[in-house]
């Protein structure tokens, strides 16, 4: 079936530092999200992306969050400056439209030291 | 605000037997719910899903899940399962207005021996 990317599988950063999650959605898809699943914990939504802007974010998303898709290329995370509590995996998934199933990567693991 | 509840963390069976876990949630307006299965180290695969109609939907790979409005529940079924199907399941609302983001329970563990 479909797949959605995401790049890096690992990343390990010192606090502080910036950091770019990528994910490579499923083609022709148009909405995309940013979830985030701290071990052993639920995973929590963070952010939905559409036609260039955020639509929702929760409060999982801190001011040091940024999302955007540059001209249909990766749809990307920046965390700047990243803390250690960012550590976690991070997924990416898409929908074609909204109400339809979303696809997921298979989750990025972030470890801020 | 919507909540989802997957009572048990972990499930145990042996191959070839029924199994059935249990998502209950709370929401007020109109939803979907949706299954996903996690094998370890892999993103979210979707199972099925459920918004009208017919209370019982048929997913990939002979999961059901059964909706209930006066139970708010969306337990999921299989009537015969294989080591394979060892993961864990997450249960997911969305809500049929806004952003359809998914609220997610905490999931649960099945375990398969064969």
């Known amino acids: 079936g479909p797949k959605v990317l995401q790049i890096p599988s690992h990343q390990i950063i010192d606090m502080g530092q910036m950091v770019t999650l990528n994910c490579d959605p499923v083609?022709?898809?148009?909405?995309f999200y940013w979830y985030k699943q701290i071990l052993g914990q639920q995973m929590e939504f963070l952010v939905n992306?559409?036609?260039?802007?955020?639509?929702?974010k929760s409060k999982l998303f801190k001011d040091q969050f940024s999302v955007e898709r540059p001209d249909g290329s990766y749809f990307t995370l920046k965390i700047q400056p990243t803390a250690l509590e960012d550590s976690a995996v991070y997924f990416c998934?898409?929908?074609?439209?909204?109400?339809?199933?979303?696809?997921f990567g298979p989750g990025t693991r972030l470890t801020v030291l | 605000t919507q909540t989802v509840s997957q009572s048990d963390a972990h499930v145990t069976v042996f191959e070839g037997d029924s199994v059935e876990l249990r998502c209950n949630y709370s929401?007020?307006?109109?939803?979907?719910l949706s299954w996903y299965i996690q094998h370890h180290g892999h993103g979210l695969q979707f199972l099925l899903k459920?918004?009208?109609?017919?209370?019982v939907v048929q997913g990939v790979n002979g999961f059901e899940a059964e909706f209930s409005k006066s139970d708010s529940s969306f337990h999921l079924r299989k009537a015969s399962v294989h080591w394979s199907d060892s993961a864990v399941y997450f249960c997911?609302?969305?809500?049929?207005?806004?952003?359809?983001?998914?609220?997610f329970g905490a999931g649960t563990r099945l375990k398969v021996i064969a």
């Open positions: 998934a898409s929908s074609p439209d909204r109400g339809f199933e979303q696809y």
């Open positions: 083609s022709n898809h148009l909405y």
């Open positions: 992306f559409y036609n260039g802007k955020v639509m929702e």
């Open positions: 929401y007020g307006g109109s939803i979907y």
């Open positions: 459920y918004y009208s109609g017919n209370p």
């Open positions: 997911a609302v969305s809500a049929s207005t806004g952003n359809y983001k998914y609220v």
